[in-house]
């Protein structure tokens, strides 16, 4: 246990262990440094240099994110010579800044600009060289301009260390330098999972997600069209921050009434796609297990671990770096695309609709859901199964390009049949979440009872813990199941794709061994998503968690099988899961993908 050590700032006296940094210590004290580097958890880069603070008998000013803190430190945040110097800094970093930040989609939400207001820059002093910019649209998710780029960094840590991809890094030296791919390669033309996490720590606009504002909007003014919108579970635990409510801030009612006030003609839930995800993936799960246990030795036999594919960015990077489990993942698509494929099959039958008219656009807290949307094997139903894809920041500026007054709004509830879902439909917000839904729904077929934990939850699998496992042994189970009596179902959960990399390693190399495993791309799950309100630290990450599961507590019915409207989907259309239609609408195959 680290040694406790104190320190004064600004006159407060402050505790914290020793190893802390000044700018973790003051963060824990409520006391604000500004910083465009900073990534928590990660090693401070003291690359921006707006941290600096005065520490009494130094002799210069020091960067509080890499300086640890000492016994009896005295430090002073606010001195004119500290303000003078940040303010110098930030004029040096606008001197360099290419563009036009009254047409920027970043405007209301830059670090960059709520610093100059907050250091008092009005017009910068010098006028930097300006670097040959590049512009690179070359994939379906993501968008850079290195004229906006304050060389921070934080793209670095967080494609390098939290997703261990490495696609970003600096090239060249002082107003040459660039970050981007290796020879200022396209992002398209390296290995990129698309997640957004860069996109997310970004302070400016220079990385950023392709916008489907316009083409939603020409969609929604086309009288001939029928629009519908779904929306992931992980938006309603996060949008109200757009609007300046608090992190965890439920806003599933308002949501919906601010979509009809926007002109869907129908407003449905990407949870109940989650629902029939579980009925699909724990069939599937329940039959891996079947063949493994019963069928003896047989080389066509679906492999385990089962791996969960919901995720794009996860199953982009398994065909990039771990193709050998590629026929370990679900065949599942993930519930976004399920959802397309009922809506311009099932839903335009029931309703009558000619699915060539019909525009299925998504709210998702992934930007890696537009590249999921647009690849090839994404439309069984003779139709891409979902149109566009809008992420939750998107969706906020929608809103407040409509005029609605978000705040304000009164709730109302989704449209019935594809917005009826079950709390275990929510939980797949959070990592750890598709894990607990399909364990609710696979114990009751297999013993008949409810999942024996508190409340449903297992939780040895939720919280931020990168590597999560949980075993459940099997008791008096139903007489169609009795060959897993007895069977200790080891499962896993990682989030974060460094951390899945280490995971997939060690089963890889048998030192791990489990049934059923959830990987999430993002640190904390969707909650954590590339396409979600900035910033997302640890503390907002809770938060949203913490709602998404009052959400998931505060429904009457909390496992995917018992949801009405997805038995209902069974008898009137796709039969049984895993059924020769669902299997063709609902199920897919993933390919190698070439490692760059």
Known sequence: MNKEITIHINNKTITAPQGTTILEAAK?????????????????????RLCLVEVEGAKTLLTACSTPIAEGMVVTTNTKR????????????????????????RGEDCELQTLARRLGVEEPEWTGEQPKTVVDVSTPALERDSGKCVKCRRCVTACGEIQGIGALFPQGRGYSTIIGPAFTRPLSEVTCVQCGQCAAVCPTGAITEVSHIPQVWDALDDPELHV????????????GECFGLPPGTLVTGKMVTA????????????????DLTIMEEGTELLTRLQAALTGGPDEKAPPLPMFTSCS??????????????????????????????????YYAKKKGIDPAKIIVVSVMPCTAKKFEAGRPEMNASGFSDVDYVLTTRELGRLIKQAGIDFVSLEESAMDAPLGISTGAADIFANTGGVMEAALRTVWEIVTGTPLP????????????????E????????????EFLKGVELKVAVAHGLSRAGTLLSEIREGRRNYHFVEIMTCPGGCIGGGGQPRFTDDAVRQARIAAIYREDEGKKLRASHLNPAIIQLYEEYLGKPLGEKSHHLLHTIYHQRELV
């Open 82 to 105: 500290v303000r003078e110097a940040r303010k110098t800094v930030l004029e040096l970093l606008l001197s360099e800044h290419i563009g036009d930040c009254r047409f920027c989609s």
């Open 453 to 468: 934990t508190d409340n449903l939850h297992i939780k040895e699998v939720s919280g931020l813990k990168g590597i999560k």
């Open 228 to 239: 519908v919108v779904q929306t992931a579970p992980a938006i309603r635990a996060a949008l």
């Open 470 to 481: 949980a075993s459940l042994t099997v008791e008096n189970p139903v007489k169609e199941w």
């Open 28 to 48: 824990a004290a409520d006391i604000s440094i500004p910083t465009l580097c900073y990534l928590e958890h990660y090693p401070p880069l003291g690359a921006c």
């Open 312 to 345: 794009p960015g996860w199953v982009k990077y398994a065909e990039h770096y771990f193709p050998d489990f590629l026929p370990n993942i679900s065949s599942c698509k993930s519930p976004q695309q399920m959802f397309g494929a009922v809506a311009k099959t």
């Open 259 to 274: 979509l009809r006030k926007l002109g869907f003609d129908a407003v449905f839930d990407t949870d109940f796609a989650a």
